[in-house]
């Protein structure tokens, strides 16, 4: 093998740059930060689901001791903010209407927290309510209480779109099965709650300090909120104590409360949301009501497919236009479907709203679609894998909503977790109730949705021979903090820990789109990887002088550089860069950008090649299930990838295991519970349950199919988001196998288990 | 005259990829009657277009056109309207 196609850094179990401090607490979380003179702040919360403010008296809070500023929404400039142009529905502040429980009102800024919670009550807002509307169904029909009174029908976004003939594709269709699917509301559990710390200084220049994944969607929104332009507002990234979405995205209502309560006292000003706070406001995953229908031949080809949605899209409309096509487009990555029509309407409801959540409507959509395909492969005999087999898209296959599939090893993928599992041996053949059961997904590797998706690094090259990186990517745990600087590990010869890796800084480090839709090792990879060559190019000509070498020809390996094959005839990385430094004036600044080859999706049709590749994931996993209590005991999940090749397979097996225990949760007993008013009832952790180590599969086994994709760095692409894909379909499968009984509606509690159980065996008795 | 019209989200009543306007007609009206269709402006109070939108003229970013809105429009000209979001998901 050439020299330069040994890869030293990359494919190995780098551990994550920041275990070490994360596990003995030194990292500094927002939380952690204090400064001096800081104030803490606190939000107002509407206790209406829909209501008219007529009036918010302040006067009390402002005598209250401790207490240094109060804000409404009448304090900024009224200007709607939000993602797209045509959904802007954000306030920074509700000036006129609230339109769910917790929708915010008013700030305080005080000397403690208590103060400011205390101040809070102090607070008169007169209110005069308004009838809410609490089931998108309801809230679609004429005559509706109207959310937003330029939304008819309550219809916050759609995606509708159809390809081939859909009436031909069922008239051809040998069997045609139908159901209805419904998926809940969930929140996922980051320990770090949002945090932000805002300044404003007296030359009018904004800081927000905040554990955001996205700082540059942050930084614009507020920018837009406060109509200023956006070199006056700086975002500084901490660490994240989570990300996976849910509200780390995007500016909140906090970020506008803390710079503005810093404006009126000249202090900066921290505001830490509580978990209660988190668990009733946004972002929240989309709940679903989904209308199946698959048509198939007799040997199980897909003719066509109806897909029709409503999405509880809550009280604003984050990202949703984006959300209503996602869900529609997996089926689209995954199998070939010769007919499809696809109409998804994401509803405005008094609810807190939703977002995008990891996943970002993947695993509900494949969970209606994995459940039916198994109900037609019964009905036809075939067993599951070989259904989907017959109908998964190949290399070189261009889905009718033109997406194109490169590099593809999905088949593969499958066989493997067929195999691995023991499937053949298993499948009909386990002891009653225990179950075993599949599903499969395909995923884009981070969506170019227009605007800033591209993304870039510089780095510097110092004279120890180690390296400072800057790109705009976020770790929120993901591991970017490691691939990355494994690149340019790789590239430059050195070590993992010879190069340190930045948080963002607006002020400083490139534009970023942020950590979003499976992008980063990709985008930011090729980003880092260009950056890297750059600063190498620049070495190389100097030591090739030097060495009297053709440049081309060098390697750098072990900190050394020198002519290929002639490794004693080099010089050291550190020795080269100070010459470089002393004797030619040269920093070493490597720059890089990327963009995907990708194409622009367009809303209006469902088309584009919106992602440069995709990746591929078939799961298996097997349960116990107790037929008295109802309890599911996951005995194990098998995940087979093709994810590109593994840059990191410890970071990417984080992931995947990380992804199996969030969607397992969202399959057995995650949800939001709301009254007939929408109020929250189950608003912390004590009643929103979530999967602790006590409900982690016994065993996770996690295989790679290890094939490079030809555009990714070093071979890359998805590999940790697309896992949750197939998971709750996979669970879901392995319950209908042991109890012998489709569940349609998540969760799937102990209670649905056993009165299922009960009610067959009822029958069977009879 | 007929101007060829593309955008990648739904602009009622915008036949076929086409719309009808008046000779002379500038960029910027052409915009404006899109926004009104849309239902969201495209341009501001300020005449700039919003940071939301990408408008390009056949084929190059309006900006590029030394006219800008005041470009007057030939038959089958091209018009491309592009929302951008602010972050993804």
Known sequence: ?766 | MRIDVKANFMIPGVDRGSVEVEENATLGDVLTDLGNRAKFPFIGPDRKIDPGVEVLLNGLEYAFHSKRLETHLEENDKVEVIILPMAGG
């Open chain 1, 1 to 766: 093998m050439d020299e330069h196609e040994i890869l030293e850094v990359i494919g190995k179990p780098y551990p994550k740059k920041d275990a070490r401090i994360k596990v003995t607490g030194e990292c500094r979380f927002g939380e952690d930060i204090q400064v001096s003179g800081m104030l803490h702040g606190k939000l107002l919360r509407s206790p209406h689901a829909h209501a008219r403010i007529l009036s918010i008296e302040t006067g009390k809070a402002e005598k209250l001791k401790g207490v240094r500023a109060i804000i409404t929404g009448k304090d900024f400039p009224g200007i709607l903010y939000g993602n797209f142009i045509n959904t802007r529905d954000y306030l920074p502040l509700a000036i006129d209407r609230v339109r769910y429980i917790g929708e915010e009102v008013a700030a305080v800024a005080a000397v403690d927290e208590d103060t400011a919670w205390e101040a809070l009550d102090l607070i008169d807002v007169q209110y005069e309510p308004l009838p809410g509307v609490f089931d998108p169904e309801e809230a679609m029909r004429e005559g509706a209480p109207l959310l937003y009174d330029n939304k008819p029908r309550n219809i916050s976004s759609q995606s509708v779109w159809e390809f081939g003939d859909l009436e031909k594709g069922l008239k051809e269709s040998y069997l045609i099965k139908e159901d209805h699917f419904q998926t809940q509301s969930i929140k996922h559990g980051m320990l770090e709650t949002h945090i932000c710390i805002g300044y404003w200084d007296a030359n009018d220049k904004i800081t927000l300090e905040s554990s955001k994944q996205s700082p540059y969607a942050v930084w614009r929104q507020l920018a837009m909120g406060l109509s200023i332009p956006p070199h006056k507002v700086r975002v500084k990234q901490t660490f994240v104590g989570a990300g996976n979405s849910g509200g780390k995205q995007e500016a909140m209502p906090m970020d506008f409360a803390a710079v503005m309560l810093s404006k009126k006292t000249g202090r900066p000003v921290k505001i830490v949301h509580t978990m209660e706070e988190v668990l009733i406001i946004g972002h929240m995953r989309h709940a679903f009501e989904i209308d199946l229908k698959i048509g198939v031949d007799r040997e199980g080809l897909i003719q066509a497919v109806d897909f029709y949605a409503i999405a509880d899209g809550g009280a604003h409309s984050s990202i949703g236009q984006l959300s209503i096509f996602l869900l529609g487009n997996p089926m689209m990555v995954t199998y070939k479907i010769p007919n499809v029509r696809y109409r998804g309407y994401r509803i405005y409801t008094n609810k807190s709203f939703c977002g995008a959540l990891r996943g970002h409507c993947g695993p509900q959509a494949v969970f209606a679609f994995e459940g039916l395909l198994n109900e037609i492969a019964d009905e036809l005999g075939l067993d599951h894998f070989e259904i989907r087999k017959r109908n998964a898209v190949t290399p070189g296959f261009v889905s009718l909503n033109d997406m194109k599939i490169t590099s593809c090893s999905f088949k593969e993928a499958m066989d493997k977790a067929r195999d691995v599992s023991g499937w053949d041996k298993k499948k009909g053949k386990l002891p009653k109730y225990r179950g075993i059961g599949m599903g499969a997904s395909g995923m884009v590797t981070g969506s170019n949705i227009m605007g800033l998706s591209n993304c870039s690094a510089l780095l510097k090259v110092q004279e120890d021979g180690t390296v400072a990186l800057q790109s705009g990517a976020t770790d929120v745990g993901q591991g970017c903090d490691t691939v990355l600087p494994m690149i340019v590990a790789e590239i430059l010869g050195i070590e993992p820990d010879d190069v340190s890796f930045a948080l963002v800084d607006s002020d400083l480090t490139p534009m970023d789109p942020g950590t979003w839709s499976s992008r980063v090792t990709f985008y930011a990879g090729n980003a880092v990887k260009a950056a890297a060559l750059d600063a190498r190019g620049q070495l190389a000509q100097v030591a090739a002088d030097i060495l009297k070498a053709n440049e081309k020809e060098l390697i750098f390996k072990k900190k050394m550089v020198y002519p290929k094959g002639r490794p004693d005839q080099g010089i050291e990385l550190d020795r080269l860069v100070r010459h470089c430094q002393n004797r030619k004036g040269m920093t070493i600044l490597g720059r890089g950008y990327y963009n995907a080859p990708a194409d622009t999706l367009d809303f209006s049709t469902g088309k584009g090649n919106f992602a440069p590749t995709y990746s591929f994931w078939a799961q298996v996993c097997e349960v116990d299930v107790d037929p008295e209590t109802g309890q599911v005991d996951i005995l194990n999940i098998w995940s087979a990838h093709d994810g590109g090749r593994e840059l990191n397979p410890m970071l990417v097996r984080g992931q995947i295991l990380g992804s199996s225990v969030m969607h397992l949760g969202q399959t057995l007993f995650e949800g939001i519970i709301r009254d007939d008013k929408g109020k929250t009832l189950n608003a912390s952790f004590l009643d929103y349950k979530m999967p602790t180590f006590m409900d982690i599969p016994k065993c996770q086994e996690i295989y790679s199919m290890d094939v490079p994709d030809p555009e990714g760095p070093f071979g890359a692409k998805e590999a940790g988001e697309g896992a949750g894909n197939p998971s709750i379909a996979a669970i879901a499968n392995a319950i209908a196998d042991a109890v012998g009984y489709r569940f349609k509606s998540l969760p799937i509690t102990p209670e649905k288990i056993a009165m299922a159980v009960r009610k067959k065996e009822q029958r069977e008795a009879l």
